[in-house]
């Protein structure tokens, strides 16, 4: 037996296809969301995701324009290309991918979004507006997640959510998010003390702490529901593949609901950063 799985690919689609009255009553009033992806470096992840994002943005009809630099770029370079990005009335939604390089200072570039177009909603005023419950762009990896939950009648209210992780991409708005839909919320992280203990309290478990197979059985509650938002590529030895931060195969058998790696939390991810950029495009139409 073992837990029935959260198929994040499938609902993905659905979602896709509701874009698609969307993106058409855009296009009627002559226009078409834009979305800009600023990659510096050569992290072949980031690559990877970078590509996905932009092959995703053309699949449902929104422009997208990648500005790609080395990873010695200087920081007032990209300083300048998102301020130039910003005044872009074709650009409605603006990505920095993370990591960036380490002479860099995260913070100073992702506050130079302008918050209308920050799809990601990592600038400060987004996550301030998230965590004081004002309508806000919300970062499309727990926003992903709070659909995944929804869309299998999972009603947070009441119930012990725990997050392993405590990233300002995952954790920290994912607890926001479960707090703001009236869960119980934890947050655990690397100074925990006796993590597996909070861990077995939870019926939501969200993993986003990046190691693989970090939740073992023995930390799931029968019933819980586990969300797994790792992405680990394991070494070659181990087989080179994909796995998530849940070990899925023994998680499963405890388990009522479970994300898998790959085809849960992902696709919804970027599903959500389109969600975000044809929204950003549909306020800038209205005004
Ligand atoms: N790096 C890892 N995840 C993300 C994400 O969701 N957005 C951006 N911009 N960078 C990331």
């Known amino acids: 037996m073992g837990g029935q799985l959260i198929d994040g690919k499938a609902l993905a689609e659905e979602l896709r296809e509701a874009f698609k009255p969307r993106t058409a009553a855009l296009a009627a009033k002559g226009h078409r969301p834009g979305l800009a992806v600023i990659l510096a470096g050569e992290d ?3 690559q990877v995701y970078v590509r996905n994002k932009v092959n995703a943005c053309e699949a449902a009809g929104i422009f997208s324009l990648e500005a790609r630099y ?4 200087p920081q007032e370079t990209l300083l300048a290309k998102i301020a130039a990005l910003n005044a872009d009335p074709a650009i409605h939604g603006i990505l920095v991918q993370l990591p960036l390089p380490r002479h860099m200072d995260e913070k100073t570039v992702l506050e130079a979004i302008s918050p209308e177009k920050d799809v990601d909603g990592f600038h400060a005023a987004s996550l301030g507006a998230l965590v004081q419950g004002h309508p806000c762009f ?3 990896t727990p926003h992903g997640v709070m659909k995944m939950l929804e869309a ?8 012990e959510a725990v997050i392993i992780g405590r990233s300002s991409i995952v954790g920290k708005p994912m607890a926001a998010l479960l707090l703001n839909a009236n869960a119980t919320v934890t947050v655990c992280h690397s100074k925990t003390l006796d993590l597996p203990a909070h861990a077995r309290r939870a019926d939501i478990l969200v993993a986003a702490l990046g ?3 970090f939740v073992t059985a023995s930390m799931v509650k029968p019933g819980a529901v586990v969300i797994d938002v790792g992405i680990n590529r394991l070494p070659p030895e181990e087989g080179g593949k994909l796995c998530g931060d849940v070990d899925f195969e023994s998680v499963r058998e405890v388990a009522s609901l479970i994300t898998p790696v790959p085809g849960g939390v992902g696709p919804m991810t970027i599903t959500m950063l389109l969600a975000n950029t044809i929204e950003a495009a549909e306020r800038r139409a209205g005004k």
Not at 70 to 73: E, K, L, R
Not at 152 to 159: A, E, L, N, V, Y
Request: hydrophobic residues 25%; proline residues 19%.
């Open 152 to 159: 299998h009648g999972i009603d947070p209210s009441g119930k």
């Open 70 to 73: 080395s990873a010695d770029v």
């Open 44 to 46: 072949p992840a980031s």
């Open 138 to 140: 919300i970062p499309c």
């Open 211 to 213: 190691k693989p197979r």
